[in-house]
């Protein structure tokens, strides 16, 4: 995977420079007790789908900050995070237009009021897009796929609801960003379609991690990392067996957001409407 990264004396010039991110490893340091944490090592290649799991309190987040920060020893978990298995170079940590990670948080509101179109144009131009009308358009339609209200481009960023603007800022950071590692900080709490998204997301070769409290994105990932007192206690590859729950989880999932649906439309939910659903799954026989 390559992300373009250029100083601004190189983009000035028309200069551009290539970092090729094969993977990325977090070597283990300390729990919130001091102790050495049970898992010493864990290294993500590229297409890998990651989840941090455990209650809450456990130090998710703050594994991800310390990736995001590319870690050396410098912050209270002690971790040391590595690019392609050595330390990465200071300027990835202290350049924006250099840093690989794009990190999609709980808390995000945008200062600008610009048209959703403009927004997006504005960032493409700054990355070197040879055709932002068309990125601007995939990027939208990558974000109304996820969201269970559609964009519109001439709406003001400030007036996007809260599953608008994870929806944008993860079809931002994958399409236009092109972020080779994306870092997700519970975004099933923000009305993310996620199922949807992983099923998108997975078509793009790149590291994603979830911090996450849900089932199915758990078991849809490749492996999940399970924290406990600030440490990382073990990680679990994801057996077919779990997959299998998966699926059955799916329709659990599908039914919830049908009658989300209903009820965003101002319909009444009665017995006989869930009734008919669950007939249509299968899961009652036909009256």
């Not at 990465?88 to 840093?99: F, G, L, Q, R």
């Not at 001439?154 to 809260?162: A, D, Y």
């Not at 997975?202 to 991690?209: H, S």
């Not at 039914?255 to 209903?262: A, P």
Request: hydrophobic share 40%; net charge negative.
């Amino acid at each position: 995977m390559k992300y373009q990264c250029h100083t601004e004396t190189e983009a000035r010039s028309g200069e551009l420079r290539l970092v090729r991110i094969d993977s990325i490893t977090i070597l283990g340091g300390c729990t919130k007790a001091g102790e050495k944490e049970p898992v010493e090592r864990v290294t993500l290649n590229m297409g890998d789908v990651v989840s941090i799991v455990g209650p809450t309190g456990c130090g998710k987040t703050t594994l991800i900050n310390d990736v995001e920060l590319f870690a050396n020893r410098n912050t209270p978990s002690r971790r040391r995070v590595l690019i392609n298995g050595s330390l990465p170079p200071e300027e990835i940590a202290w350049y924006p237009s250099k840093n690989p990670i794009a990190l999609i948080s709980q808390h995000t509101n945008f200062l600008s009021d610009l048209p959703v179109d403009r927004f997006l144009r504005t960032h493409a131009t700054i990355r070197g897009v040879e055709h932002p009308e068309a990125v601007v358009q995939e990027t939208v339609d990558f974000a109304n796929q996820l969201t269970g209200e559609p964009l519109i481009l001439s709406n003001p960023m400030t007036e996007l609801s809260g599953g608008q603007t994870r929806a944008l800022l993860i079809a931002d950071a994958v399409i236009i960003g092109n972020a080779p590692i994306i870092l997700l900080d519970e975004i099933e709490n923000a009305g993310i379609h996620r199922t949807k998204a992983l099923e998108l997301l997975r078509a793009y070769r790149k590291v994603f991690i979830f911090v996450t409290h849900d089932p199915r994105i758990a078991l849809l990932s490749d492996y999940r990392i399970v924290m406990r007192q600030g440490g990382m206690r073990k990680v679990i590859v994801t057996a077919e067996e779990e997959r299998l729950v998966a699926e059955e989880i799916k329709t659990l999932d599908d039914l919830l957001l049908y009658l989300r649906h209903k009820i965003r439309e101002g319909e009444q939910l009665t017995a006989s409407v869930v009734g008919e659903r669950l007939q249509a799954m299968g899961y009652l026989p036909a009256a």
